[in-house]
């Protein structure tokens, strides 16, 4: 969260400031980014650039705190994943051949931003598998951070509902946690 400064900050990202409009994007789009991938692993970075668009062209018609703006923007691509999926439903998207793949230029550092990542396609992965409701109420609680009644308007959902929801999510992936193989060590030969 970006604390004090928030309202400065917004007020500058909406009088057209680019950098201050950069600091709110990296403050969420992390968060962001993992929840539209938990739903729409194939479109996730898709999802969230339509977000950011309409953030930008509302974004002198919100007015709020800081908790208020960040339920504003899951909310947004909330709305822009249930259209990503209801236009999949009706038109099946076409793959793009291998081939037209082979010369796309690599980031910086491939090898760091795997490893920066990895722990956090871990988790996500794990909250996927969840009942659709129970990863969504736990990815806008724990990911983005969102309290119960912003997840409650989000989701159409009463908040005892989101509560019950998340602590059922929570149970299910601890008992999962506990119930996963162990990983162990090398066997070393006796010598």
């Known amino acids: 969260m970006i604390g004090p400064s928030f309202p400065a900050l917004l007020a500058a990202a909406t009088n057209g400031d680019e950098q201050a409009f950069g600091a709110l994007w990296r403050d969420l789009q992390p968060a962001l980014l993992r929840y539209l991938n938990a739903f729409a692993p194939s479109a996730g970075e898709d999802l969230a650039s339509e977000t950011w668009l309409r953030v930008v062209r509302a974004l002198d018609s919100f007015s709020g705190d800081e908790r208020a703006f960040r339920a504003w923007v899951f909310t947004v ?15 099946h998207d076409e793959l793009v051949p291998l081939d037209a793949l082979t010369n796309l230029p690599a980031s910086d550092d491939p090898a760091g931003t795997a490893v920066d990542v990895i722990s956090s396609q871990a988790a996500v992965a794990q909250i996927a598998t969840l009942p659709p409701d129970q990863a969504e109420v736990v990815l806008l609680r724990v990911v983005a951070g969102l309290d119960v009644a912003e997840v409650a ?20 992936l601890a008992q999962q946690l506990t119930e996963a193989p162990r990983v162990q060590g090398p066997v070393r030969g006796r010598g």
């Open 153 to 172: 308007a989000i989701t159409g959902k009463r908040p005892g509902n989101v509560r019950v929801l998340a602590h059922r999510a929570l149970r299910r």
């Open 77 to 91: 691509a909330r709305h822009r994943a249930v259209d990503r999926w209801r236009r999949t439903t009706r038109h």
